[in-house]
């Protein structure tokens, strides 16, 4: 069958991919013509009636392989066609553009991801891909067992991976940034281990906030608020982090240049949030001595400030 597959591919219209893929064991959701958006109402304007008597149902609840259901949605408009990832026991591994504003030379998805491979010693199985509008999808089977949940920029910048509660706009769907179409139509492969075990890994238990209670007023504030900055710093790995911290450490440093906070308190406080979002403490430490050093031994007098 699958040979067959990639000669019809060309031009397929919604609901054959609709069918294709749910044939395949992978139930599908509408979505609005020439968009990702999935068809039908959003939770707060649930109406409580039809399928949702009992409850709203999720796009991931409502998804279905039945082709009479499928036949019956796509009858009415072109939708494009969703695969809901969690239920259809895929992990999709979605890599993305770097960003018109991130500099140049700012590495895109597929550059992450060969980087991290290359990290990691290891190579990624030829498995079944997606071109997508502005990048690609490539197609796993989730580990048995470990019931993942999507993810964003958790395996490196702009690698997001669908899995539960998540969808991927399936091959045949058009929208304004382009059409999505198989790419390498090879069958889909297990998520090697090493790559299960990355996303498998705890979400880190939300830090509470710090609470100083010495220096001013206007020196405890700034230095709890970039402590929460810090601590929700996850952006762009660990270089993202750094950055965050340093940041943070050099507009606390200030209230230390000016002796309205101790050094040892600020110094305190702003390491246990850098360590929180996991950052090694050695570098901690070093980050936020060197820029209150700095900023200590620049620092202009309060009223030219
Ligand atoms: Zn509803």
Known sequence: MTGTLSTSLEGLPLLASALMAAERGWPVIPLHPNSKRPAGHAERACPGTGRCTGGHRTPEQRATTDPALIHAAWANRPYNVGIATGP??????????????????????????????????????????????????????????MRLKCSVDRLGPHIDTRAWGGYVVAPGSTTPDGTYEVAHDAPVLELPDWLAALLNEPDRPAPAPVRVHDGTRAARVALERECAVIATATEGGPNGRNVTLHKSACKVARFVAWGDIPRHVAEQAIQGAGESTGLPPAECRTTIRSALDWVIAHATPREAA
Request: glycine share 10%; net charge negative.
């Open 88 to 145: 259809a026991g895929l992990l999709v591994i979605d890599l993305d553009p770097a960003k018109p504003e991130e500099p140049e030379g700012a590495p895109d998805g597929a550059t992450s991801l060969q980087a991290l491979c290359e990290r990691a010693g290891q190579a990624l199985p030829d498995t079944y891909r997606v071109r997508t509008a502005r990048g690609e999808h490539l197609y796993f089977t989730a580990p048995t067992g």
